[in-house]
C-alpha cells in the first residue's frame, strides 16, 4: 500500500493546511489507481470546507465539488483516489469522527498537522472493509 | 426512457468495475431500482435494511441533490444523469 505523490503536491496540500490555520482545510487528490492498493496522485484540488459552523475541529466538502471533480477526471481518464485534510494543533492521525465519516473504501485519506500555523507531519491511511467493517490502515507516502 | 447514472470509485467493486451503468426509467427511484437489480450487489451498500437510502449516499440528478427535489419520484429526461456521491467529512 503505497500512496505516490509528487513533492510540489504534496507540499501544496501541506500549504493549503498552513494557509487556512487555525481551521481545517480540505481537498481531493485526482489520479490513477495502479495494481493492487497502490495510488498516484496527479494532482490536488483545493476544497471549501463547508463546516462553517466548527471550521476549527471539523470538515466536509460539499458533493457538488465532488460530483464536478469526479466528473472533469473521469474525462482527462483519471479518478478520485482520495482526500486530504488539516488537524489544526492535533496530530496528523485519523480521529473516530474521521473514521465514521469516511465512506470512500479504497482511497487514501491524508492528514496533516499544523502546529501553530505550520505543517509538521503528513499521515495516509488507507480505508479498507465494507461500511460495517471499514477500517484505516496506515499506508507509505512515497514522494 | 434511457439514463446514466455516475457509480463512484468505492462502489465500482460492486458494479463490475462499471464507472458508468445505462439504466431504464422515468423517475430517479425506479433508476436506483434497475441499477441495483443489474448489480444486485450494490444494495447493501446504498440502502439499508429498511430499503431507505443510507445517509452518507448521495443522490444527484444532475447538479440537484433528490433530496430537495422530490425524492425517489424525481422525474427524469433522456439527458439527464444521475450520480451517487459518498458524503467526505471527518474532524478531530
Known sequence: MTLRIQKDLLEELRQHGEETYPYECCGVMVGEFHQAEDKIVKSVIRCDNTRTDSPQNRYHISPVELIRIQRESGLAGQDIVGFYHSHPDHPAQWSSTDLAEAHWTGCSYVITSVEKGKAVLTNSFLLQGAEETKHFEHEAIES | ?92
Open chain 2, 1 to 92: 426512457m434511457s439514463v446514466t447514472v455516475f457509480i463512484p470509485t468505492p462502489l465500482r467493486p460492486y458494479s463490475a468495475q462499471q464507472s458508468s451503468v445505462k439504466v431504464n426509467a422515468q423517475t430517479v427511484g425506479e433508476a436506483l431500482a434497475d441499477l441495483v437489480s443489474q448489480h444486485p450487489d450494490l444494495r447493501k451498500h446504498l440502502f439499508s435494511e429498511d430499503g431507505k437510502l443510507r445517509s452518507f449516499v448521495n443522490v444527484y440528478l444532475n447538479d440537484e441533490d433528490i433530496r430537495f427535489l422530490a425524492k425517489d419520484s424525481t422525474p427524469v429526461k433522456e439527458t439527464d444523469t444521475i450520480t451517487i456521491v459518498p458524503s467526505v467529512a471527518g474532524g478531530m
